[in-house]
């Protein structure tokens, strides 16, 4: 299959995202990642410490694709401030917008992501904002400009799936952007979920990170991607309440 | 001079934003700049300009590497 992903006139060579977040160490991340065939990965901006954990991860990445965030961010301000020290960072002007509205369920407060989605889209970043599985806010977001939007499966790192299957048909439907599913994927499964339900990608990292074997993980999230997205392509048969004989009728041995 | 360093107070005797940063980072033995990035504040400041920017009582700077995120 060629029909590739493409955001912002780049065609991306995979359709899952992942996250470069938690995995035991970092030559598990690396081996996962090449695993999972993903060439976008997502990055955090966090202050500098002397401590320096993980300060590695961009050079061990070198040849991938990054999409920083803003994780953590609790207003516009302070999004559009890390989207901006990001871009300088790393020399793209792709961008994962996050704002959080609760701490405790990591929901996005929506009256910021849009107001953040305005403003650095108008500073020229390619915006793909993390949000709820709302079909308004998606629509809003795409009017604003948004590159692709990307709702939430179900909490972040929840491992849950797509908590509401309709919502997301919905939104892929009347989506005019790719719509990449953020979020709360647990296992391959929820994956080819979140794909038949008309998604253009997928994005995820606990699933791997913490995974018994994030490497295997890797390579199952790979070909439930894919097998999702052919499974969607293909159109699958109508749903039926009553058995339908596979094997013809005729010819049958005995009486 | 009293600057405000990823939020905590400093005193620092580093005339640009170029000398702060080899003071904040010299013991991290970085190769280049690549995956860093410095707002003074509230404005990035890009890197090629770091040495001609000088800093003042006061001033809040924000010195950020790219993460591990998801």
Not at chain 2, 23 to 48: H, M, W
Request: glycine letters at 10%; hydrophobic letters at 45%; proline letters at 4%.
């Amino acid at each position: 299959m060629t029909d590739a992903l493409t955001i912002a006139g780049v065609t991306l060579s995979s359709r899952l995202f992942i996250g470069t977040a938690g995995y035991p160490n970092q030559r598990i991340m690396v081996d996962a990642i090449a695993a999972s065939g993903a060439d976008l990965v997502t990055l955090s901006v966090r202050r500098i410490s002397l401590q320096g954990h993980g300060s590695d991860t961009v050079r061990l990445l070198a040849g991938r694709r990054f999409l920083p965030n803003t994780a953590g961010c609790e207003t516009a301000r302070d999004a559009i401030l890390t989207a901006q020290l990001a871009r300088e960072a790393l020399g793209t002007d792709w961008i994962k917008v996050e704002v959080i509205g609760d701490r405790e369920t990591l929901y996005p407060d929506v009256g910021e992501l849009l107001a953040a989605t305005r403003e650095l889209v108008d500073d020229g970043f390619v915006v793909l904002p993390y949000c709820n599985d709302d079909p308004v806010v998606c629509a809003r977001l795409a009017d604003l400009g948004a590159a692709a939007v990307m709702p939430m499966g179900s909490l972040i790192g929840s491992g849950m799936g797509v908590a509401n299957p309709g919502n997301l048909e919905l939104i892929c439907a009347r989506s005019p952007v790719p719509v990449i599913v953020d979020a709360g994927i647990g296992t391959a499964s929820d994956a080819v979920i979140a794909m038949e339900c008309g998604a253009s990608g997928v994005l995820l990292n606990t699933a791997v990170a913490k995974a018994d074997d994030p490497v295997r993980m890797a390579h199952a999230m790979r070909y439930a991607v894919k097998a999702g997205w052919n499974a969607r392509q293909a159109g699958r048969i109508a749903r039926r309440g009553r058995a339908e004989p596979s094997s013809p009728q005729l010819g049958l041995v005995g009486s | 001079m009293k600057l405000i360093v990823n939020g905590q107070e400093r005193d620092s005797a580093a005339a640009t934003l170029d000398a702060l940063w080899r003071e904040e980072t010299a013991e991290l033995d970085l190769p280049n700049t690549k995956g860093f990035a410095i707002a003074l504040n509230g404005k990035v400041v890009r890197q090629p300009d770091w040495a001609k920017t000088s800093l003042s009582d006061d001033d809040r700077v924000e010195i950020i590497r790219a993460f591990a995120g998801g």
